[in-house]
């Protein structure tokens, strides 16, 4: 009760938040011009409150719907505290979220389109109003295997969907659609539905080898019978691979170029789904070996973490694979850091492997270690090192000669900055760590551990990290020393003020300037008679300044002016 009249009176405040708000913003514009900030301002607190409103009432409407669907014309039952907060979230929060929206949906035009609150509230919600359906009815349908009925998981799925269905209106609304930011649904739509798809095939194959590796060890198979969750995760992987779908084909995701679509697609297509194979492939062979060398344990034991492993090698190289070959029809940039991060994983997994063989090989010296500890550590080891190894090495290449352009790019230089920063401080951790067991050796420590099997653990990843920090750095200055110097751009940063809508010609003058550039937009229509990205460019030829003011005029004219630092 009393988080219900909480709640009441935070939802009433923003309320009266909401009426100053506008009432402040109307006499604003009655009074004259205002200055940049208060504009963004006001967006700003408007499309907050807007979001967190919209989220209440659809909490608020998905426990009312959801108790009747669960109770029939029943909706108190026993929770009358309950049904009070889903009333006063509906009741309240909806008004509130629905003239909120008319007001600020009948503004929405000119700078209010290209403003980014309004591209960012637009894709937040339809993210979050995405996941949260999707989820919900991929709950319902997977319960409905058992047999049994989730009314309130499905009411929810209801609810968010409708939310999902009128931003995707607004989304695709000609004339009041957002113009900035409109790349960031789709992106985020792909990521999630891809993630989803890849885990729900996984446990969906793990399934099916678990219960065939129960029929064939003989094994009783405990609990629901098998196809309960094969079935279960078939379905979460089908719904993952249509939100996929969605978004990648449908909305032509997968023809985005640049910025956060470019960095989806190396993340996640490459990094992720090279990350889950190389650790699939790592179990796979490590179970195959301990079958071969180490039978130390019972074989269903032995056999338990195969299925995901399988799983995880199988999707996670398909999805790796389908994504690597999209690389290649984007810039070069991003071909280059898809493979510099699956180098960067080839290389964990083999600097991995080959420090657990230091360690094993260590053990294997220590009398009362047992034997098969030893052997089961240099197993995971050598799997490690055997899957890891041939992947760094195809995608780094290290026997080939690098160009002197490849040698200056920026993106391979932070690379193997970044690898050797990072294993040069394991490497002085673990350093530390083994000074720290000698010393507690020395001073007498009784816990009758010898020396080795103190330091044989830090010492392993000791010997792994300081050779790839010892390689890595040697590339670096091999590539520093090669490299050709990076030439001084003439313009140090343009700022370009045109009436156009933002397009390829600010992306047409760096590429041909090398200098950022900074789009103002002129108030008033889009001149007919813009000047190109060529005739820009051919304005700029010569120029010599920090900064250079570039005025576009509306017969097409163009004054160029060099300031002053």
């Not at 009312?64 to 009741?91: K, M």
């Not at 796979?284 to 338990?304: H, M």
């Amino acid at each position: 009760m009393i988080l219900s009249i909480v709640v009441i009176g935070l939802i009433l405040l923003i309320g009266a938040g909401i009426v100053i708000g506008v009432r402040a913003s109307s006499r604003v514009d009655q009074a004259g011009p205002v200055t940049t900030a208060q504009p963004t301002a006001r967006r700003v607190v408007v499309f907050v409150l807007l979001f967190a409103l919209v989220v209440i009432a659809a909490i608020g409407l998905s426990g009312l719907l959801g108790r009747l669907l669960d109770s029939g014309s029943t909706l108190a039952s026993n929770d009358v505290s309950g049904l009070a907060l889903s009333l006063a979230f509906t009741l309240i929060a909806g008004p509130f979220a629905a003239v909120l929206w008319w007001v600020q949906w009948r503004r929405i035009g000119g700078s209010e389109r290209d403003s980014v609150a309004w591209g960012l509230y637009v894709a937040a919600m339809s993210t979050v109003s995405l996941v949260t359906f999707s989820i919900a009815f991929l709950a319902a349908a997977a319960v409905l295997v058992r047999g049994d009925g989730q009314p309130r998981v499905l009411a929810t799925g209801v609810v968010w969907a409708g939310v999902w269905a009128w931003h995707r209106w607004m989304s695709g609304n000609a004339h009041k659609s957002p113009t900035q930011l409109v790349t960031l649904a789709p992106v985020l739509g792909w990521v999630f539905g891809l993630v989803l798809g890849l885990g729900g095939a996984i446990t969906a194959l793990g399934s099916l080898i678990d219960a065939a590796v129960s029929t064939l060890t003989s094994s009783a198979f405990v609990g629901e019978p098998w196809w309960y969750s094969t079935l279960q995760a078939l379905i979460w992987c089908l719904g993952g691979v249509a939100i996929w779908w969605w978004h990648w084909i449908h909305d032509d995701a997968r023809g985005l170029r640049g910025g956060l679509a470019d960095v989806a697609l190396v993340v996640v297509g490459i990094a992720v789904a090279c990350a889950v194979t190389l650790s699939g492939a790592v179990l796979t062979l490590f179970v195959l070996l301990r079958l071969a060398f180490d039978r130390s344990e019972p074989v269903t034991l032995l056999l338990e973490p195969l299925s995901v492993a399988v799983g995880a090698a199988g999707f996670g190289a398909l999805v790796w694979q389908y994504h690597r070959g999209r690389s290649r029809l984007r810039s070069p940039s991003t071909q280059l850091a898809a493979r510099l991060v699956t180098s960067g994983a080839g290389l964990i997994t083999a600097a991995s492997g080959l420090g657990v063989i230091v360690n094993a090989l260590l053990a294997s010296l220590v009398p009362v270690f047992v034997a098969s500890d030893a052997r089961t550590l240099l197993l995971a080891g050598i799997s490690a090192l055997v899957v890891g190894g041939p992947v760094w090495w195809l995608a780094w290449n290290p026997a080939a000669a690098v160009d002197t352009a490849e040698a200056g790019n920026t993106g391979r230089r932070l690379y193997l900055i970044l690898v050797f920063g990072v294993s040069a401080v394991v490497a002085i951790i673990t350093l530390i760590v083994i000074g720290y067991r000698l010393f507690e050796f020395v001073l007498g420590d009784t816990t009758g551990a010898s020396v080795i099997e103190r330091v044989r653990a830090p010492l392993g990843l000791l010997v792994a990290t300081g050779l790839v920090a010892g390689y890595h750095f040697a590339v670096w200055r091999r590539d520093r020393s090669t490299a050709p110097p990076k030439p001084e751009r003439p313009i140090g940063r343009i700022i370009l003020v045109t009436s156009a809508e933002s397009g390829p010609v600010p992306q047409a003058i760096t590429h041909v300037t090398g200098a950022p550039v900074t789009v103002w937009r002129r108030s008033g229509p889009a001149s007919a008679a813009e000047p190109t990205a060529d005739e820009l460019s051919a304005a700029l030829a010569g120029i010599q300044a920090s900064r250079v003011l570039v005025i576009t005029g509306t017969n097409g004219q163009v004054e160029v002016i060099s300031l002053q630092d």
